[in-house]
Each structure stands twice: as C-alpha cells, then as structure tokens.
C-alpha cells in the first residue's frame, strides 16, 4: 500500500532523540522533548526556535548533550489556556514553566518515573504517566490570562501560520503583530514579522 502523506516541514535544533510534542491550542506554538534535557519552544511555520527550557544549568554542551545525562526530558504538555509548559524529566521533577514570566520553572515538584503528561481540558489539573504503571494528578499552576493573549489566541486560531502575517500590515501596527508571533516570549527582537 503506498501512502499519499507529504512531508511539509522538518524543524532541526536538538542534539538527542525528540520523545514528545505537543502544540499550543492556538496551534501558533510547537514544544518538543529532548533526550538533550532541552524543550525547545518553536514556531513550526518559521522554523524558528523562539525559547529553549533547559532541564540543566548551566546548559549540557553539545558533546553531553547526546548522550547519557540523567536528565533526559520525557514528557511535554501546553496548558489548554497556551501560558504554561510542564514538562517531566528523568531528574525525577515535574516542572511548570510560564512563557513570559522568566526562562526558570516557575514551580518544581518531585515526580519519580514520569514518562508522559498532559493538561486536564480546563488546565487545573497535571496527569503524569509512571513507568509503575500509575497515573498522578497534580494541581496545575494557573493564572487569569490578559484579554490581550485571549485575543491573540483568537486570532492566531484564524491565522495559524506566521507567515501569512505580514498580510496584516495595513490593518494592525507591527508591535501588535510581533505579539501575534509570539515575539514576546523572548527578550530579543532581531527580526521583524
């Protein structure tokens, strides 16, 4: 049987086997999970990777990186609401990481034998997979988000791809599209959208 699937797009940036991706509600935003205790953040219409969350500081170089580090990433999940990331790791933690708040978790909580996780639908809830065949819940961090990111989540559900915004540029000015490119979950604005 031969399959008619087209290969559309390939990201490059990890330097150990991806175990996990998960994209953002909006469908704006990819993470993936690394066996280079890294999740890079990406655009995956770009190609682009807009943040790294390191599983290790300082950061594995690349030679430790690819190979065995006890701190391989197992598991990646976007809150359902696109503010949060958690991650698990073989370093037996659990980690919820903000996008805008800072490049550190903003909670660690110890979790042995995670391999897999993922939000419940309203996001109050962390279900994480074991290796001792359980399931865990975990009380997720949650925040009320600005009308300002619900709308960009509206918008980018209509817009996915970041390359159709510059389209844009007549009807909203350049800051609101930086923002609509998730440029603002880094510090550094090298490009314009």
């Known amino acids: 049987m031969t399959s008619s699937i087209t290969l559309i797009h390939r990201l490059i940036g990890h330097h150990h086997d991806i175990v996990g991706c998960h994209f953002s ?4 935003l990819l993470a993936t999970a690394s066996w280079d205790a890294r999740v890079c953040v990406w655009d995956p219409y770009t190609g682009e990777v807009l943040q790294q969350l390191h599983h290790v500081f300082p950061p594995l170089p690349t030679v430790f990186a690819g190979g065995a580090n006890n701190n391989f990433v197992r598991g990646v ?8 990331i958690a991650t698990v790791c073989d370093d037996k933690y659990v980690r919820f990481w903000s996008l805008w708040e800072t490049s550190d978790p903003e909670v660690v909580y110890p979790l042995e034998n995670a391999l897999a996780c993922t939000y419940s639908p309203d996001g109050a809830v962390l279900a994480a997979g074991t290796r001792c ?7 997720a961090p949650m925040k009320v988000n600005k009308l300002q990111h619900m709308c960009r989540l ?3 559900r209509m817009v996915q791809d970041t390359r159709e915004l510059p389209g844009l540029r007549g009807y909203l000015p350049g800051e609101m599209l930086r923002y609509l490119a998730y440029k603002d979950i880094y510090t550094e604005y090298e490009e314009e959208v």
Do not use: M, N, W, Y
């Not at 809150?79 to 949060?84: E, M, T, W």
């Not at 065949?133 to 009380?139: D, I, P, S």
């Open 25 to 28: 509600t909006d469908g704006a």
């Open 77 to 84: 999940a976007f809150s359902p609401d696109g503010s949060h």
């Open 133 to 139: 065949g359980q399931v865990k819940f975990l009380e």
């Open 154 to 156: 509206s918008i980018r």
